[in-house]
């Protein structure tokens, strides 16, 4: 996932590293630490508009994979849920079909929230791009 910020020719190698970071980790300490800069230092990329940019392009591109994988695994989801319901799927052991159940609800309520999510991405894209026409 970091190949298409490292092909961003306009940002230093610590910048481009700082975005990782600033994505992959909770704090700013932490996100010096992984990219070798100082705390102060991704304080200063967090303020620029420029590194902010690229952070949030970094943070779609991981909801898009994450979405396609949800989308890819929904018919297994869906197959467990009716499996469930016919009977099909019994406890077994350690494993409880109420469990897998349950996994499989959370499946797609994850998918319907990350394609929610990247629906209204796509709205406001395109209400921006109309209002700056």
Do not use: F, H
Request: proline share 1%; charged share 30%; net charge neutral.
């Amino acid at each position: 996932m970091t190949e298409n910020i490292a092909e961003k020719k306009y940002l230093t190698q610590l910048q481009k590293k700082a975005v990782i970071a600033i994505v992959q980790t909770k704090s700013a300490k932490e996100a010096a630490a992984m990219c070798g800069a100082a705390e102060s230092t991704i304080y200063k990329y967090m303020n620029d508009p420029v590194i902010m940019t690229e952070v949030r392009s970094y943070e779609k591109r991981i909801r898009d994979k994450v979405g396609y994988r949800l989308a890819v695994g929904s018919n297994e989801a869906l197959d467990i849920i009716e499996k469930v319901a016919k009977g099909e799927i019994v406890d077994i052991d350690d494993l409880k079909a109420s469990v897998r159940l349950r996994a499989a609800i959370a499946w797609l309520d994850n998918l319907y929230r990350t394609q929610d999510m990247t629906d209204i991405e796509r709205r406001v894209s395109a209400l921006e791009a109309a209002r700056e026409a």
